[in-house]
């Protein structure tokens, strides 16, 4: 008969405990935004980097990188080039999905939903938070499209600082993407590959979650 020590059953009495304080609350964007303030502190680089899933016309799929900007208090904010691929796939299908990997907190987000575009005001807000260079970038790069050289890039971020001046205003094809959440699954590590997984559906006219406890 295989016996467990009474010590190994406190230690995963222990562990259960801490792991259910990682998921306390009941909304999971709340508890999304409680994860980024922690990966801040322990991440080396770029916590609020996600990677970004879409389709085009054919339903191929595409995916990037790209920085989560803000969590409200229903949905996750990112900023990009509105002409790019990225966003025209977006706007088409009106719908993107994403995903958060901490290495060092070993969790994990992943989101799907529907998409609108931030408010102008927003937008410009959060535009003359970027560094003065980034703005440049901004307004020099036609993303996504083919580029012949790394002069031209070049000879046009220089053409946008002398246009431009020295207070840049937000081009009107650059903006915000506000993913509204269908559907959240919030992930953390657990020993033996025994992880723990919780799927988090709303109901659009009530407004409120419901979740679910998932199979490893």
Known sequence: MFNVSPRAVLNYNKKEKKMSDIFKGSDPIAISKRWLKEAEKTELTDANAMAVASVDEQGMPNVRMVLL??????????????????????????????????????????????????????????????????????????????????????????????????????????????????????????EDRLHNRFRYTIEPTKHEWSSQRLFP
């Open 69 to 190: 900007k803000e969590i409200d208090e229903t949905g996750f904010i990112f900023y990009t080039n509105y002409h790019s691929v990225k966003a025209t796939e977006i706007i088409n299908s009106g719908k993107v999905a994403f995903v958060i990997h901490w290495k060092s907190l070993r969790r994990q987000i992943r989101v799907r939903g529907v998409v609108e575009k931030t408010s102008n005001d927003q937008a410009d807000k959060y535009f003359e938070t970027r560094s003065l260079n980034s703005r440049y970038g901004a307004i020099a790069s036609d993303q996504s499209k083919p580029l012949s050289s790394r002069d031209e890039l070049t000879k046009r971020f220089y053409a946008a600082v002398k246009e431009a001046g020295s207070n840049p205003m937000r081009p009107k094809h650059w903006g915000g993407f506000k993913i509204n959440p269908t559907e959240i699954e919030l992930w953390a590590d657990g």
